[in-house]
């Protein structure tokens, strides 16, 4: 009976010990399991991510066709450096005469550059870049379907960097044009272009920001911002919607490589149609003017003015004759609204009245004296840009009749003679009381005020001669804040200068 169940015992434990061998050399060999393992993604989750790659699919189907490939040449003129001017020397070519080809003879070479461009008419009419076809002697288009046509220049403006170009075709692919005023940051869109010359690429990515100004592209910049890959080549492209509308023409990217950081800029649909419209129908750019210098409302600037938030533009100063004159708009009015629409900053207003219609009349609404003003504008076109004048170096030596102000210290003026109003830049004719010196590390300094800056007024009081300047800064504490009202290369600025 013992035996038995010693017998038992040592089967059970071999079986046991069998089964723990078998496990660890399966698990050491690699030994799985024929059974098929079950699915970790559900149905539901596959069928959203089938249909939305599905949608993303059809979305470049359609649009990739409009976006074409810009090829140009131009021809450069150089000249070789030559280490002496012996074939310039009269005796050399008095016994030689011209024979001999001058070194320094200008040596011609073609320059091909590469970018995108959208077609937005049936009728052959595509939207790129300025900076594309600028000083191009010959345009290629190169179509989707492999077909390539030579372009002429309709016209273009460097001030948003658009250009519109034409081929002669028919019954083309044009992609229609999109509501870029409804953009919202975070909705899904698409860059397609040619980076690289790598024709008809399609990247995706969301609408990062919108109405990025300042960025130092163009005169006039309302861009959209992206992070939908665009790279060299990329420029003219198209960014669309998820309708497969235009809303915008690719245009610039923020790098320190050269290459795509998640940073690109896109002139939007509204500006570059508005443009393109113009170039057509006028082969220039007709552009609005309301006829005010305006500056952004700083956090100083909007307690000086007694206004709650920083939105608006702060009109700096109103040219004689112009629209904002002949509607009553006044030095020191901040504009609230333009046409029923906030004025989010200064940039917003100007592309705002650029865009409007020549004859338009247009409410605004301006904050004057902690009060609310509604005035009645007509916009008009806006005249040809005069040349800023340039000013000269300032002096920085002491001269006779100046003045520095304890209260303003760090600040020496005088007053404006012929002889100044020449070195600054000035119209002879102007008159005040010129800045000649800033102290660094003055408060005066900080605030931003320039030797050359002309004094117009002290806390809103007028300051035309050195007396009114002596008067008005006796006045001022040494703890209170000061607003200035400067006039600097023709342009009227406020600044603050804050208390000690």
């Not at 492999?146 to 019954?171: C, E, F, H, Q």
């Not at 008159?431 to 005066?444: D, L, M, P, Q």
Request: no cysteine; charged share 25%; glycine share 10%.
């Amino acid at each position: 009976m013992m035996n038995k169940k010693r017998f038992y015992f040592g089967a059970a434990f071999i079986l046991v010990l069998g089964v723990f061998v078998g496990l660890v050399l399966s698990s050491r060999l690699n030994i799985t399991s024929p059974l098929p393992a079950k699915s970790q993604i559900s149905s539901k989750s596959i069928d959203i991510l089938t249909q939305l790659s599905e949608a993303q699919s059809e979305v470049a189907a359609v649009a990739t066709p409009s976006v074409v490939n810009i090829s140009t040449t131009r021809v450069i003129k150089s000249r070789d450096e030559a280490p002496f001017d012996l074939f310039d020397d009269p005796f050399f070519r008095r016994f030689f005469g011209d024979q001999f080809p001058h070194p320094n003879a200008p040596k011609e070479h073609k320059e091909q550059s590469l970018g995108s461009g959208v077609i937005v008419s049936g009728d052959g009419y595509i939207v790129t870049n300025n900076h594309v076809i600028e000083k191009a002697q010959e345009i290629k288009v190169l179509l989707l379907n492999k077909k390539d046509y030579k372009a002429k220049v309709i016209g273009a403006d460097p001030k948003t960097d658009i250009a519109v170009i034409k081929i002669d075709a028919k019954d083309l692919p044009a992609l229609p044009w999109g509501d870029s005023d409804k953009l919202k940051v975070g909705e899904t869109v698409f860059a397609i272009g040619n980076p690289f010359g790598l024709n008809q690429t399609v990247t995706m990515g969301v609408i990062s920001a919108v109405g990025r100004a300042n960025v130092g592209i163009a005169d006039y910049e309302d861009f959209i911002q992206t992070d939908a890959a665009i790279n060299p080549g990329n420029s003219g492209g198209a960014l669309v919607n998820a309708r497969g509308e235009l809303i915008g023409i690719n245009t610039a990217i923020l790098s320190r490589t050269g290459g795509y950081q998640g940073i690109g800029f896109a002139v939007p649909s509204s500006m570059a149609r508005q443009v393109m419209d113009s170039l057509v129908k006028y082969k220039k750019v007709v552009r609005g003017w309301l006829g005010v210098s305006i500056q952004e409302v700083t956090s100083d600037l909007a307690e000086e003015f007694g206004v709650k938030d920083l939105k608006g533009a702060l009109v700096s100063g109103v040219m004689k004759g112009s629209p904002a004159e002949k509607a009553g708009i006044k030095q020191g009015d901040l504009i609230l609204q333009y046409d029923g629409r906030v004025v989010e900053d200064t940039g917003h207003l100007r592309n705002m009245v650029s865009q409007t219609p020549i004859g338009s009349k247009i409410k605004v609404k301006v904050f004057r004296q902690k009060k609310e003003i509604e005035l009645d504008v007509v916009i008009a076109e806006l005249p040809k840009k005069i040349a800023e004048a340039s000013t000269g170096e300032p002096d920085s030596g002491a001269a006779p009749n100046e003045e520095e102000s304890t209260a303003l210290a760090g600040l020496v003026v005088r007053q404006l003679t012929p002889d100044l109003a020449q070195r600054y830049g000035y119209d002879e004719a102007e008159r005040g009381v010129v800045v000649i010196k800033v102290e660094a590390g003055s408060r005066v300094a900080d605030s931003g005020v320039k030797p050359g800056d002309i004094i117009l007024q002290i806390n809103q009081k007028n300051v035309a001669t050195m007396e009114e300047y002596k008067k008005m800064a006796s006045k001022i504490k040494g703890k209170e804040r000061i607003l200035l009202l400067l006039r600097r290369k023709g342009q009227d600025l406020f600044v603050t200068v804050r208390p000690e």
